[in-house]
């Protein structure tokens, strides 16, 4: 009898997606420039520098959860897109725009989505990225 031979079926990526996260990656790209060009101008401290341990924390999570640096840049891509809109957006009674106030708005919602992205697709792996911080805490 002849040995089957299984050939193991490479997931080719969805071009469509590729090229969704290439443009956001160059939208996010302009707009974070422009918001580290208004940081560097503001009087006020727009940014504490006590959030950078936070976010480098959470991305070396995510690199012992992950393998591949191309799925980690993508999810830090996503949530950076979507922080971006998120935390820009007018509030309901917002008459006078106040871009500070957004810009600091912007890394606790990067944070956020983030997580919730980590979060969220750990969860179909049935890893959840709390039970982690629990096992390596507690």
Do not use: C
Request: proline letters at 3%; charged letters at 20%; aromatic letters at 16%.
């Amino acid at each position: 009898m002849a040995k089957s031979q299984k050939k193991e079926k490479e997931i080719e990526p969805n071009p469509w997606f590729t090229t969704m996260i290439i443009f956001l990656s160059i939208i996010s790209s302009i707009a974070l420039f422009f918001i580290f060009k208004k940081i560097m101008n503001s009087e006020k401290e727009l940014i504490s520098i006590t959030l950078l341990p936070l976010i480098l924390g959470i991305v070396f999570d995510l690199k012992r959860l992950e393998v591949s640096w191309k799925n980690i840049l993508t999810k830090i891509i996503l949530a950076i897109g979507a922080s971006l809109i998120f935390a820009f957006i007018p509030g309901k009674n917002e008459h006078h725009y106040d871009l500070d106030f957004h810009i600091r708005y912007f890394l606790f919602v990067f944070i956020f989505l983030l997580f919730s992205i980590i979060s969220f697709i750990k969860e179909k792996n049935r890893i959840n990225l709390h039970q982690s911080f629990q096992r390596e805490f507690y």
